[in-house]
């Protein structure tokens, strides 16, 4: 894919996920209340909301979109894409629920099962990752408030990633999700590194904070879909880092015949 094209998509992709990161926020900032994920929950309509926004602005494009709601579209049909979206409107739905911030857009391009470009937007912090195979990987603050969103705003040294950090060796896990595997892997890392610090944080924001350069590990002994990983993968890889299947010790593919994740590494180096 030529530069230019990859720049009009890199725009196009940032617009949608603000646009739906502002659907989710409407609802975010009510005075809402959930007790189970329903047809009918503010959770689902911030889902959807952000669904149909994304959907509305990639489809322009041409490239098939997968996500949850399409989940069920054949793999005999799938795989003769060369590209298509892997979006997830709204990542972290129990960070939603609690209210902690920790939820994010996930956009990305796969081309022949790669990650080549990813997206992901922080609605509560107004932060936008993103990072392109062959070009870098770069995180915008306060990105509603740019005059216009291109990418001579978006790439450039001042947001380029990894940010050099001052820091213990660090690993940073799921909020919500802590399996007794990963609790092994940490303790053998305590052995080989000394001091090791442990963050917890939700969503994709694990993936984004060792793209950041504020995290060296990122284990995931549990499940988790494509749609999950997709962008954050884009990132970190474009950054320098890896994303490794732990069975296979190769980095991990999408559009997959099974969605279904397996155990993965995420690593700085």
Request: glycine share 6%; proline share 3%; with cysteine.
């Given at each position: 894919?030529?530069l230019?094209?990859?720049?009009e998509?890199?725009e196009l992709?940032s617009?949608?996920?603000?646009?739906?990161?502002k659907?989710?926020?409407?609802?975010?900032n009510?005075d809402?209340?959930?007790?189970?994920k329903?047809?009918k929950?503010?959770?689902t309509?911030a889902?959807?909301?952000?669904h149909l926004?994304?959907?509305?602005m990639?489809k322009e494009?041409?490239?098939?979109?997968?996500?949850?709601?399409?989940r069920d579209?054949?793999?005999e049909?799938?795989?003769?894409?060369?590209?298509?979206?892997?979006i997830?409107?709204l990542?972290?739905?129990k960070?939603?629920?609690?209210r902690?911030?920790?939820f994010t857009?996930?956009?990305?391009?796969i081309?022949?099962?790669k990650?080549?470009?990813?997206i992901?937007?922080?609605?509560?912090?107004?932060?936008l990752?993103?990072?392109?195979?062959k070009?870098?990987?770069f995180?915008?603050?306060?990105?509603?408030?740019l005059?216009?969103?291109?990418?001579?705003?978006?790439?450039?040294?001042e947001?380029?990633?990894?940010?050099?950090?001052?820091?213990k060796?660090t690993?940073?896990?799921?909020?919500?999700?802590?399996?007794?595997?990963?609790e092994?892997f940490?303790g053998?890392?305590?052995?080989e590194?000394?001091?090791?610090?442990?963050?917890?944080?939700?969503s994709?924001?694990?993936?984004?904070?060792v793209?950041e350069?504020?995290?060296?590990?990122?284990p995931r002994f549990?499940p988790?879909?494509?749609?999950?990983?997709?962008?954050?993968q884009?990132?970190?890889?474009?950054?320098?880092?890896?994303?490794?299947d732990?069975?296979?010790?190769?980095a991990?593919?999408?559009n997959r015949?099974?969605l279904l994740?397996?155990?993965?590494?995420?690593?700085?180096?």
């Amino acid at each position: 894919m030529e530069l230019q094209k990859k720049k009009e998509l890199i725009e196009l992709c940032s617009r949608a996920a603000l646009v739906a990161g502002k659907a989710i926020l409407e609802i975010y900032n009510s005075d809402f209340a959930v007790e189970h994920k329903d047809d009918k929950s503010p959770l689902t309509e911030a889902d959807k909301q952000s669904h149909l926004a994304i959907v509305a602005m990639l489809k322009e494009t041409g490239i098939p979109i997968l996500s949850e709601e399409g989940r069920d579209i054949p793999f005999e049909e799938r795989k003769d894409w060369d590209y298509l979206w892997m979006i997830d409107p709204l990542d972290g739905t129990k960070e939603f629920v609690k209210r902690n911030g920790e939820f994010t857009v996930n956009i990305a391009l796969i081309h022949n099962q790669k990650a080549i470009m990813g997206i992901i937007y922080v609605p509560v912090k107004d932060d936008l990752y993103l990072g392109v195979q062959k070009v870098g990987s770069f995180k915008v603050e306060a990105f509603s408030a740019l005059e216009e969103i291109s990418t001579e705003k978006l790439l450039n040294d001042e947001t380029k990633l990894p940010k050099a950090v001052d820091r213990k060796y660090t690993i940073v896990g799921s909020r919500s999700h802590m399996s007794p595997e990963t609790e092994q892997f940490i303790g053998a890392k305590r052995v080989e590194q000394g001091e090791v610090e442990m963050i917890s944080v939700g969503s994709s924001l694990k993936l984004c904070m060792v793209a950041e350069g504020l995290a060296d590990d990122y284990p995931r002994f549990a499940p988790t879909m494509e749609w999950d990983t997709a962008a954050g993968q884009a990132i970190v890889e474009a950054m320098g880092g890896k994303v490794i299947d732990w069975e296979t010790k190769i980095a991990m593919k999408y559009n997959r015949k099974d969605l279904l994740n397996k155990w993965f590494l995420v690593t700085k180096s």
